[in-house]
Nanobody, 125 residues
Framework: QVQLAESGGDSVQVGGSLTLSCVVSGLPFGDYCLGWFRQVPGVERELGAIAGISDIGTTSYADSVKGRFTISKDYAKNTLFLQMNNLTPEDTAMYYC?????????????????WGQGTQVTVSS
């Protein structure tokens, strides 16, 4: 059974930092591409792509987070990370990790086969 379990969400002040984690089990970690998406509460249900990391470690970012967020993965721990710095209120959202085979663009949510349950990030001024 495939499972993706996010953690690390919290409430922080503007300018603060958080690191999200996503433990992946039930699939060959090294063969899958992984991504982080977010959904803003109260907005039409649309998942926005934040960052992606390919099976070989190539990273991609949305313009809104480029230079502030860093995606990485630990093969030994089957864990995906998202380091978030200089957070703003616009980063407030539920954050989801997801896994897909190498086919399909990283920024399309419908490319992904497996999803976690999400972890909430709240940034207040």
């Amino acid at each position: 059974q495939v499972q993706l379990a996010e953690s690390g969400g919290d409430s922080v002040q503007v300018g603060g930092s958080l690191t999200l984690s996503c433990v992946v089990s039930g699939l060959p970690f090294g063969d899958y591409c992984l991504g982080w998406f977010r959904q803003v509460p109260g907005v039409e249900r649309e998942l926005g792509a934040i960052a992606g990391i390919s099976d070989i470690g190539t990273t991609s970012y949305a313009d809104s987070v480029k230079g502030r967020f860093t995606i990485s993965k630990d093969y030994a721990k089957n864990t995906l990370f998202l380091q978030m710095n200089n957070l703003t209120p616009e980063d407030t959202a539920m954050y989801y990790c997801a896994a897909k085979r190498p086919e399909g663009p990283w920024f399309r949510s419908d490319s992904y086969n497996y999803w976690g349950q999400g972890t909430q990030v709240t940034v207040s001024s």
